[in-house]
């Protein structure tokens, strides 16, 4: 006798084309592919969360160091520099500052200066 499954099967189903709502055409439609096409989802997902991380702490350095080099410093020169003096501020407002607030930041890669002599 065939067994169909019920509603255990139609609930796992419906779940994952619940999670490909917005995919085109048949990804969003037929089991199978939508199946496929979610795994790979969630794959992208999972992986590119760590890259963002890596992505934003890339940029923050970039900022950082345009910053740095506006008064005279490498980036490793600053960042040692603040290091010495005691400083706790992180890249991300680190980056911030050296966008919003040149005047500040200047005060600070004068600080780190001073302490690398």
Excluded at 11 to 19: A, F, G, P, Q, S
Aim: charged content about 35%; proline content about 1%; glycine content about 6%.
């Amino acid at each position: 006798m065939r067994v169909k499954r019920g509603f255990k099967a139609r609930r796992r189903r419906n779940k994952v084309l619940k999670l490909a709502k917005g995919f085109r055409g048949g990804r969003s439609k037929l089991f199978r592919t939508a199946a496929d096409s979610v795994d790979k989802a969630l794959m992208y997902a999972y992986r590119d969360r760590r890259a963002r991380k890596r992505d934003f702490r890339k940029l923050w350095v970039v900022r950082i160091n345009a910053g740095a080099r506006m008064n005279d410093l490498s980036y490793s020169k600053f960042i040692h520099g603040l290091k010495l003096a005691g400083c706790e501020l992180d890249r991300k407002v680190l980056a911030d500052l050296a966008i919003s607030d040149p005047a500040g930041f200047s005060q600070l890669a004068s600080q780190a200066a001073a302490r690398l002599h």
